[in-house]
């Protein structure tokens, strides 16, 4: 028996899924399970035991109508017979109704129930987004110290070997990034926060982050900092991160993927999204100053509110 999972779009949602990847692979262990993901959240998926098969949709094919129906129909040759949505877009339903699947199931909004033979209602109350991927199988737990993102060999002795060219020992992640402007951090509180530190740093960020993580640099002259900006893929640059001694992480993928492999990771959220979206584990702290700012103003002003003696304490719960 064939099963596919249409995956989130973001790497920290992709993240997310995997208790939602693990719980469908113990509920069928003799099925075939297939991924279906954007490629740039591929990485997250590669090498897990619980998955049979990848299929990546290129960036210049996630988009368009030609295209939606181009996937549908290779999808159908696959003879999928359970296909899960795990977003709630109108378009990946109808991707599921193109595959002529026997059984399509997905949350019933955007008016999407017409293609799904399963619809299940949206919870009528705010819950962690793992939960509501959980809740399509009435699963609610996340795997007691389950591992579930794996690494080869190969890829970690490689790490290893490239931490020790970059001429450092023991980094500490800095993910200062997000996709959201608002929740980047601001660059007097990484001052701030990194004052005085004897750590070294590695910034870990896309291509389009150089020149911020140049400023960073160049502000903080008398921290040991270096960037990786877009010199590393993504697969790269988690193999990286596992040998952190810890992590900084702004409310973005790197923070989902770092306390997930169990690098103690100082999570910095706010405009109340850490009841939501908070990263998974317990290697995770998450720094939320969201009550501090009424009414709310967004991340921004939440990032703010967070002092030095804030990030130091949540350092020392963890390491």
Not at 252 to 278: D, Q
């Amino acid at each position: 028996m064939k099963i596919a999972v249409y995956s989130p779009n973001w790497v920290g949602d992709a993240a997310l899924s995997l208790p939602f990847v693990y719980h469908i692979k113990q509920k069928y262990p003799n099925s075939e399970l297939i991924i279906i993901c954007k490629e740039w959240v591929q990485s997250v998926y590669q090498n897990n035991p619980n998955i049979d098969k990848i299929i990546s949709i290129a960036v210049t094919e996630s988009r368009g109508i030609t295209n939606t129906f181009r996937l549908g129909f290779l999808l159908r040759k696959e003879k999928i017979e359970i296909f899960y949505t795990l977003t709630d877009s109108f378009r990946s339903s109808f991707v599921l109704w193109l595959s002529k699947s026997k059984k399509r199931i997905g949350y019933n909004s955007q008016g999407r129930g017409f293609f799904l033979t399963s619809k299940v209602k949206l919870p009528l109350k705010k819950i962690h987004r793992y939960k509501k991927y959980l809740k399509l199988i009435e699963k609610d737990d996340i795997p007691s110290e389950k591992t579930l993102i794996y690494f080869k060999k190969e890829e970690v002795e490689w790490a290893k070997h490239e931490i020790e060219e970059i001429g450092i020992k023991n980094p500490v992640g800095l993910f200062p990034f997000s996709v959201s402007e608002t929740r980047t951090f601001p660059n007097e509180k990484i001052s701030e926060w990194l004052n005085g530190s004897k750590e070294n740093f590695l910034i870990f960020g896309a291509k389009n982050d150089g020149q911020k993580a140049n400023v960073i640099i160049n502000e903080n002259k008398n921290i040991s900092i270096v960037s990786l900006c877009g010199k590393y893929s993504l697969r790269q640059s988690m193999t990286l991160i596992s040998l952190c001694k810890y992590a900084l992480a702004a409310d973005s993928g790197l923070g989902h993927i770092s306390s997930i492999i169990k690098v103690p990771t100082i999570s910095f959220f706010g405009a109340n999204r850490a009841f939501v979206t908070k990263p998974l584990g317990k290697s995770c702290v998450v720094i939320d100053q969201s009550n501090r700012c009424s009414p709310c103003k967004k991340n921004i002003c939440c990032l703010k509110s967070i002092h030095k003696d804030d990030v130091n304490s949540s350092i020392n719960s963890l390491i």
